[in-house]
């Protein structure tokens, strides 16, 4: 069965550095997601994407985020210049079209120390 | 802007009981309706969604939910529950007319099943 793959389960960065969290979207799907769950809270959206560009994005989505769909395959969520408060866990997301079901990924385990 | 309440933090049930996990949302625009499972270590699993038709709605592993729309619910529920049910449940939104597609939570119900 095909699924979302994310890597990797778990990243621990330091604060102010760098990271990429990176999915493998469900080869036929055209929508792209990200989202994040801080630890006891609830699920929160970030960003949508498709055809190569956001379609939305929260507030939460700010200058230090940003998306990427480098290849046909991958699809990346990259923090600039991570905070303590970014820590949580992320999920990607894929569906292949408007209002269908959305398929999530195991999630990847952000700890900013 | 669209909002989920699910009422109930925790949910703790015997084995074969009857269960029932309450969901109301808020919106100011018609919506899709949306019931997901996250079982340890693992993502979200769509269980069952509600898009249009029947307000009854079956889903996978013996669940079903209503959809009443005079009373803003979407509430889960299973006649019968077993062990490996124990996980937390999300209840979510999405506007049919947005382009993002986004989905708005809840903020999750754990299922603790006792044997």
Redesign the interface.
């Known amino acids: 069965e095909p699924e979302?793959t994310q890597t990797p389960s778990h990243q621990v960065t330091q604060m102010g550095q760098e990271v990429i969290l990176r999915c493998v979207p469900i080869s036929n799907h055209l929508?792209f997601?990200w989202?994040r769950q801080i630890l006891g809270?609830?699920?929160?959206?970030l960003v949508?994407f498709?055809n190569n560009e956001i379609?939305?994005?929260?507030e939460i989505f700010d200058d230090q985020f940003s998306v990427e769909r480098p290849d046909g395959s991958n699809f990346t969520l990259k923090i600039r210049s991570t905070k303590l408060e970014d820590s949580a866990m992320y999920?990607c997301?894929s569906?292949w079209g408007?209002?269908t079901?959305?398929?999530?990924?195991?999630?990847t385990r952000l700890t900013v120390v | 802007a669209q909002s989920v309440t699910q009422l109930d933090s925790q949910v703790p049930v015997f084995e074969e009981a009857p269960v029932e996990l309450r969901c109301n949302y808020s919106s100011s625009v018609s919506v899709?309706l949306f019931w997901?499972v996250q079982y340890p270590?693992?993502?979200?699993?769509?269980l069952l969604?509600y898009?249009s038709g029947s307000t009854l709605v079956k889903g996978i592993n013996g669940f079903e939910a209503e959809f009443n729309k005079s009373q803003t619910s979407f509430h889960l529920r299973k006649p019968s529950v077993h062990i490996s049910d124990t996980a937390e449940y999300?209840c979510?939104v999405?506007d049919?007319n947005?382009?993002?597609?986004?989905?708005?939570?809840?903020?999750?119900t754990r299922l603790m099943v006792k044997p």
């Open positions: 979302v929508y997601y989202y809270q609830k699920v929160e959206f949508s498709y379609s939305e994005k929260s999920f997301a569906s408007m209002n079901e959305a398929f999530f990924g195991q999630g | 899709y997901y270590n693992q993502g979200l699993q769509l969604k898009l999300f979510a999405s049919p947005n382009a993002g597609n986004m989905l708005t939570f809840g903020g999750g």
